[in-house]
């Protein structure tokens, strides 16, 4: 079946740092791939996604690449925030569709020091 | 525009008992996913409800069912309580039919089974 693997945490990063958290998928077909976040005590949020291979998906400094050829949809920043500080989650729907069953990774818990 | 509800915010109960958790979706949505996301994990998809038909399931024990209403709000129901079971609860709303829309999250349910 479909499966996605994350980075194991947690992060800690100093202000303005470069963030990656790596993120790699097994899927059957042509899955879409998402990133959503948590912040403590509310819902996840769609950060970013992408439909297809080469795809970049872009939202809020953070960036991440559908990589077919890797099956991999790793999570960049150039520059993080103290406000970054949440838990990511890499998903991906399995028939492409956003509003369809979601497979999530585990959980990337990032903290941001000033 | 109200966003995704989900009532109670906490709830405990013991092994054996049942348990029914609420949903409202967002207006004008008729889609809602039911997650389930144990301490330190990803959420696991449990069962998807479309215009008030179950429209796909996880891998989840037929203790766990659902409702939807003509308004599109959701029931998660959990029979026969397991220790296992204690975890947020998350429903999320979306426009359905396959589609490429987006899933709108609430803040979840945290029940504990004692």
């Known amino acids: 079946g479909n499966s996605v693997t994350q980075m194991e945490g947690p992060v800690t990063l100093s202000e303005e740092a470069f963030l990656t958290i790596n993120c790699t998928y097994t899927?059957?077909?042509?899955?879409?791939l998402f990133w959503y976040v948590q912040y403590p005590g509310e819902g996840l949020q769609l950060l970013l996604k992408a439909t297809k291979a080469d795809d970049k998906g872009s939202n809020k400094g953070f960036e991440a690449t559908y990589r077919k050829e890797t099956t991999s949809f790793h999570l960049e920043k150039g520059s993080v925030q103290v406000s970054d500080s949440a838990v990511y989650f890499c998903a991906l729907s399995d028939r492409g569709f956003g509003n369809e069953k979601l497979t999530f990774g585990t959980g990337t818990r990032l903290t941001i020091i000033p | 525009e109200t966003g995704v509800t989900q009532s109670p915010t906490h709830l405990i109960k013991t092994r054996g008992q049942q348990v029914t958790l609420r949903c409202s979706s967002q207006s004008g949505h008729n889609t809602v996913s039911w997650y389930q996301q144990a301490l330190g994990q990803g959420p696991q998809f449990i069962f998807q409800?479309?215009?008030?038909?179950?429209?796909g399931r996880g891998n989840f024990p037929p203790r766990f069912s659902g409702l939807q209403f003509p308004n599109y709000s959701s029931e998660l129901n959990v029979n026969a309580l397991e220790l296992d079971d204690s975890a947020l609860y998350l429903c999320?709303?979306?426009?359905?039919?396959?589609?490429?829309?987006?899933?709108?999250f609430g803040p979840g349910t945290r029940l504990t089974v004692l």
């Open positions: 409800y479309y215009r008030e038909e179950e429209n």
């Open positions: 899927a059957t077909g042509y899955p879409s």
């Open positions: 999320a709303s979306s426009l359905g039919g396959g589609s490429d829309n987006e899933q709108f």
